[in-house]
């Protein structure tokens, strides 16, 4: 009988303490490796909604060739994001519309080591994502420093160069905080035509908050991204096996538009009402 993953666990357990999860047969890989062997800045993302029990059921048969991110005995990672738009949500609305010609912009913050890095993740040519990175010093997430957006300027202008990036920048505000805790996979290739590495990740305890608004809170929901230059992974082909296939989302739009009901969401009608209802008030 398998063994449900369980609520990720607090930072102040000692590793050898913490409930086993599906994913713990699996053998550690350093972050340099992950780095070394699938950087992916430039990529083509495919997300699949699980279950507890479905999760279990795609651990049991991962191959050998999988890893998983262990940094100081540490297998899942707390993340936090604060996404910026403009008052008229820009960003939003090219999301939710799909225009080829879109970006999002985000502080994260790497909850185990503190570190915060603003990102730009922009629509590239033949569906890939672009995500350019800047390590930022945040006092306050609710304000972009100058360093910051001055790196959002930058960014927009040579991914984007018909955007009005200089009134873009000057407008952002925070729209949307989310938080997850996150494994993150290396995936070898059994394919010898497409043979680079991949990465995957598994995202749970997923919660989206307005800046000084509602909060909603999804135990039940776990996010499984597949993150490669191209082709589908040995990772996407066994999902599909398990008779899973690519959702329609994005943790961004789909957040926005939960704990935002009065927004334009059809992009994610089926996702909002079949993955993510009823949500829950955060607990804590």
């Known amino acids: 009988m398998s063994t449900a993953l369980r609520d990720p666990v607090s930072a102040d357990v000692p590793a050898g303490q913490r409930p086993a999860d599906p ?7 350093s972050i340099d490796e992950v780095l070394a062997a699938a950087d992916l800045q430039t990529r083509v993302d495919r997300k699949y909604l699980l279950t507890r ?4 059921a795609l651990a049991v048969g991962l191959p050998a060739h999988v890893g998983v991110l262990e940094i100081g005995g540490r297998r899942q990672h707390g993340y936090e994001s604060t996404y910026h738009d403009t008052p008229e949500l820009d960003s ?4 939710a519309r799909a225009r080829p010609h879109r970006f999002k912009v985000r502080v994260r913050t790497y909850l ?6 603003a990102e730009v993740k922009t629509r590239a040519r033949r569906g ?5 990175r800047h390590h930022a010093s945040v006092t306050d997430h609710r304000v972009l420093s100058d360093d910051v957006r001055r790196f959002v300027a930058r960014t927009l202008a040579e991914r984007l160069p018909r955007t009005d990036h200089a009134t873009v920048v000057d ?3 925070p729209v949307l905080r989310t938080a997850y805790q996150r494994t993150t996979l290396l995936v070898g290739s059994t394919d010898p035509d ?7 990740t598994v995202d749970t305890a997923l919660t989206f908050a307005e800046p000084d608004g509602s909060t909603r809170f999804l135990p039940q929901l776990i996010v499984v991204e597949t993150k490669s ?5 040995d990772l996407d082909r066994w999902l599909w096996h398990l008779g899973h296939r690519p959702t329609r989302l994005s943790k961004f739009g789909a957040g926005l538009a939960l704990v935002r009901p009065d927004l334009p969401a059809n992009r994610w009608h089926r996702v909002l009402h079949h993955h993510l209802a009823p949500p829950t008030e955060d607990p804590r």
């Not at 994913?23 to 890989?29: E, I, S, T």
């Not at 890939?128 to 350019?132: M, P, S, T, W």
């Open 53 to 56: 029990s479905e999760l279990d």
């Open 171 to 173: 407008r952002l505000r």
């Open 92 to 95: 939003y609305l090219a999301t």
């Open 23 to 29: 994913l713990d047969h699996l053998r550690p890989v």
């Open 229 to 233: 230059s191209g082709p589908p992974t």
């Open 194 to 200: 497409h043979g680079a590495a991949s990465r995957a």
């Open 128 to 132: 890939r994502n672009a995500k350019d």
């Open 112 to 117: 185990d080591s503190s570190t915060h890095v």
